[in-house]
């Protein structure tokens, strides 16, 4: 899609959505971070696994004045719309999955910019041993509710490097502010890559440099959500969105820390996560006993297994721009559910070329828990790889638990035309397929064993899957009405 303004980084973002009706509104009415600017976005655009009422792609919101932050503006729900993404990516909604999936095969690497070039994040640079450093005046992150543990950054890139192969990466966690040069950060044992470098760093002794770029290219912030095995530890996600910018994500060095940070951010956070500290309980000056809202639409429990993440500086541009998502709105389903398709359909399509023609992460799932795919049967031989494909989908993104297929014919991002495929070609005792005690993602709070004697552990859960096909053999007896093709504008304009 041809824009008038380059995207370079959020600011450019932001200007793009300007140019299109409906889909940024900015405020210059004061709001409070804590719960009140989440509460007032819950109502414009959160949707997702929000609870209703709530309004799903809704515009984007720009707050330009922010409560005990002058100068400061936050935007939240950039990505909060599947058309919204598919503009800022220069796609059709219905291609996000197979533009970022090709943009992952065909990876271009970030470059780092010479010492002494500008580097706009750091045009204001705050060092933790100055007196007066404190995060909560300088970082205007927002609590979602009332009883979010404190005020998390929910969008910060966190870039480190492997401390035994000098690999880099980029991931997102949730970090709460604990102090004023604090934060803890959750790092899910075993999971994404930047756990690993901690436990590794916590191995040696010693502690793991890391940056946090907050307000970037949201080219950045959708691939950071890919997850092994489509990208394994040591590929980094910055390496998509040059693929699918057409150029390298710029970085630059850190002003206190031996790392690098996107050149191009709002806000660097810089710091380091202490060794062995993976034991900082999330809640410790709320006692509220949780995190914040995260993507299944429930609270998450307060961790007691936090890391500690040691901050030494804080550097940001002139008037600088926070951006925050609410845990289980759209705008997570966009950033964890493309990077699900993108990897489903590339697993798929390595083993079964041609036989699924799209994948959806459906929001009900919150980009995680449920995937549709749209099957295509051309031959008697092909009955049975729709199931087949379900199976490598679970293989392609473990946190997966329901997997939906259908024919061709079915528009898979309507969830209607979906249920009426599992209304009319699904009979339950045929067609469901379950796979117990299989490990899955402990936020969903039926993944537990007080929930069902089945589950072993908590994070296992039964994937299921939903054959809603028609089977081969009779594919002539399910053909949906044939109306005639016409051209509506002639009508509606005439």
């Known amino acids: 899609m041809d824009h008038r303004t380059e995207i370079l980084d959020l600011r450019t973002a932001l200007a793009v959505l300007r140019e299109t009706p409906g889909q940024l509104v900015e405020t210059n009415v004061e709001v409070a971070p804590a719960a009140e600017l989440a509460g007032v ?11 209703r009422p709530t309004q799903v792609d809704g515009p984007a919101m720009v707050f330009h004045n922010v409560k005990g932050h002058p100068g400061a503006s936050v935007a939240i729900g950039v990505l909060a719309s ?5 503009n800022l990516f220069g796609c059709k909604k219905e291609e996000l999955g197979h533009l970022v999936q090709a943009c992952a095969a065909h990876p271009a690497p970030p470059a780092v910019r010479q010492p002494g070039a500008a580097v706009p994040a750091q045009q204001v640079v705050q060092l933790a041993s100055d007196p007066d450093f404190d995060l909560n005046k300088l970082i205007p992150a927002p609590t979602n509710t009332p009883v979010d543990a404190g005020p998390y950054i929910t969008l910060g890139m966190c870039y480190a490097t492997h401390p035994d192969t000098g690999l880099s990466d980029v991931t997102i966690h949730r970090m709460c502010i604990q102090s004023r040069d604090e934060l803890s950060i959750f790092l899910q044992p075993g999971s994404r890559h930047i756990g690993a470098m901690a436990e590794r760093a916590t191995e040696l002794g010693q502690p ?30 910055l390496s998509i969105a040059g693929a699918l910018r057409g150029r390298p994500v710029e970085l630059a060095r850190c002003v206190s820390v031996a790392e690098n940070a996107i050149a191009n951010a709002e806000y660097v956070i810089e710091g380091e996560i202490l060794p062995g500290s993976n034991h900082v309980v999330e809640d410790q000056n709320t006692h509220t006993g949780y995190a914040m809202p995260e993507f299944p639409g429930y609270n998450g429990p307060a961790s007691h297994e936090c890391w500690l993440l040691k901050v030494k500086a804080v550097t940001h541009r002139k008037d600088p721009i926070m ?19 993108a990897s489903i359909l590339g697993m798929i399509d390595k083993a079964l070329p041609g036989k699924v023609l799209n994948c959806y992460a459906h929001r009900s799932g919150g980009g995680k828990y449920m995937a549709v795919l749209q099957c295509c049967k051309t031959v008697h031989t092909d009955e049975g790889k729709q199931r087949q494909a379900a199976l490598l989908a679970f293989s392609a993104f473990p946190e997966l638990k329901h997997v939906i297929l259908v024919d061709e014919d079915v528009d898979i991002f309507d969830t209607n035309d979906v249920l009426w495929a599992m209304n009319t070609r699904f009979q339950g005792d045929a067609d469901i397929i379950t796979i117990p005690g299989v490990r899955c993602h402990p936020l969903d709070p039926s ?25 081969f053999a009779l594919k002539d007896r399910f053909r949906r009405a044939p109306f005639m093709e016409t051209d509506p504008e002639k009508w509606l304009h005439g």
Not at 323 to 341: D, F, K, L, R
Not at 448 to 471: E, H, M, Q, W
């Open 208 to 237: 793991l440099p890391i940056s946090v770029s907050i307000g970037v290219d949201p080219a950045i912030e959708g691939p950071a959500g890919f997850e092994p095995p489509t990208t394994p530890l040591g590929f980094n996600e």
């Open 447 to 471: 993944s537990n064993p007080n929930y069902t004697a089945s589950i072993r552990d908590v994070g296992c859960s039964c994937k299921t899957i939903f054959d809603c096909t028609v089977p």
């Open 41 to 51: 976005y819950r109502y414009v655009g959160a949707g997702g696994t929000v609870m």
């Open 82 to 86: 599947r058309a919204r993404v598919a």
């Open 323 to 341: 951006q925050t998502c609410i845990g289980p709105s759209e705008e997570h389903v966009n950033m964890a559910g493309i990077p699900t398709e």
